[in-house]
């Protein structure tokens, strides 16, 4: 029980600074996608169950800010990437940055992509080169440099409460 209210308070904490100092920080109006680190590195350290846990929490959060009255739809899409990300639990050293990088890229991949066919796609917005080349490329790429610098802290943080869960 611990383990979650600490994993809900760290998905808020981290859904603020998304919404604050990250929208500061934004280049040409792209902001690192922090809530897709989290779900996918506590989905690929800890198996699908934890990664769609916090999946649904960082769905939820972002449903209530973005989700234009639709609550459910960021917290499925959330939950999917825990849960993908979740598959690859027991094939990945946690150590090494290389693989989990990868993971980021292609959850952010996948959120915006959904993002385009819900929202653009549907509404006969149909230039998907230019949403990939103006969209989806430079957030992935923000996304994963934000990775690299907050995977070690994310990674500590998950050592530190796996120390102290019972054997």
Same mark, same amino acid.
């Given at each position: 029980?611990?383990?979650?209210?600490?994993? /809900?308070? *760290?998905?808020? +904490?981290?859904?603020? +600074?998304?919404?604050? /100092?990250? #929208?500061?920080?934004?280049? &040409?109006?792209?902001?690192?996608? %922090?809530?897709?680190? %989290?779900?996918?590195?506590?989905?690929?350290? #800890?198996?699908?169950?934890?990664?769609?846990?916090? &999946?649904?929490?960082?769905? *939820? =959060?972002?449903?209530? $800010?973005?989700?234009?009255?639709?609550?459910? @739809?960021?917290?499925?899409?959330?939950?999917?990437? &825990?849960?993908?990300?979740?598959?690859?639990?027991?094939?990945?050293? #946690?150590?090494?940055?290389?693989?989990? @990088?990868? %993971?980021?890229? *292609?959850?952010? =991949?996948?959120?915006? /992509?959904?993002?385009?066919? !819900? =929202?653009? $796609?549907?509404?006969?917005?149909?230039? !998907?080169?230019?949403? =990939?080349?103006?969209?989806?490329?430079?957030?992935?790429?923000?996304?994963? /440099?934000?990775?690299?610098? +907050?995977?070690?802290?994310? $990674?500590?943080?998950?050592?530190?409460?796996?120390?102290?869960?019972?054997?």
């Amino acid at each position: 029980m611990k383990r979650k209210i600490i994993e /809900f308070i *760290l998905v808020f +904490f981290c859904f603020i +600074f998304q919404c604050t /100092f990250f #929208k500061t920080i934004s280049l &040409g109006g792209i902001v690192p996608n %922090l809530m897709i680190v %989290l779900t996918a590195a506590f989905g690929f350290m #800890k198996g699908s169950s934890e990664g769609m846990f916090v &999946g649904v929490i960082a769905g *939820l =959060f972002t449903d209530i $800010l973005y989700g234009n009255g639709i609550i459910g @739809l960021f917290t499925l899409v959330y939950s999917c990437i &825990g849960y993908g990300n979740g598959l690859f639990h027991r094939m990945i050293y #946690k150590e090494d940055v290389k693989f989990p @990088l990868m %993971l980021v890229a *292609l959850s952010d =991949f996948f959120y915006c /992509f959904t993002n385009y066919v !819900l =929202f653009f $796609l549907l509404r006969a917005k149909l230039d !998907l080169f230019y949403y =990939f080349l103006h969209i989806i490329l430079p957030e992935m790429v923000y996304t994963v /440099f934000i990775t690299i610098l +907050f995977y070690r802290l994310i $990674l500590r943080l998950e050592t530190a409460l796996e120390s102290d869960e019972p054997a």
